[in-house]
């Protein structure tokens, strides 16, 4: 199994950046593709991109494109989720997520819940003045 950890949420004002970070272990990190979602309150969870075993390919939903970053350091186990100018609608608990199947050229499996393996705990980011 795979043991997923997330980290750096915290409070900030609107325009600022935050960066997530997410430690696996338990398994071969370079085993799986590794994602970001988030959940809003009374909303479903959303995928907002993710990272190949390599990193060689990233994919991002449409709403988050050229604010958040994703990369992975496959030496230290970790994916980060860089997040530039906040808005208040990003406020969100976020989790990472791993899958070690392929198909991520697949917009239905990349964005997909089920699609993934194992997911950490949340880590709630809230964008507030």
Not at 25 to 50: C, L
Not at 95 to 105: E, F, H, I
Not at 116 to 127: E, I, K, N, P, S
């Amino acid at each position: 199994q795979v043991q997923l950890r997330e980290s750096g949420g915290g409070l900030v004002q609107p325009g600022n950046s935050l960066r997530l970070s997410c430690t696996a272990s338990g398994e071969t990190f370079t085993d799986y593709n590794m994602a970001w979602f988030r959940q809003a309150p009374g909303k479903e969870r959303e995928w907002i991109g993710v990272i190949s075993k390599t990193g060689g390919s990233i994919f991002y939903t449409g709403s988050v494109k050229g604010r958040f970053f994703i990369s992975r350091d496959n030496a230290r186990n970790t994916v980060y989720l860089q997040m530039n100018d906040l808005k208040f609608e990003d406020t969100a608990v976020y989790y990472c997520a791993a899958r070690s199947a392929g198909g991520l050229t697949s917009l239905r499996i990349r964005s997909s819940i089920n699609a993934y393996d194992y997911w950490g705990q949340g880590t709630q980011v809230t964008v507030s003045s």
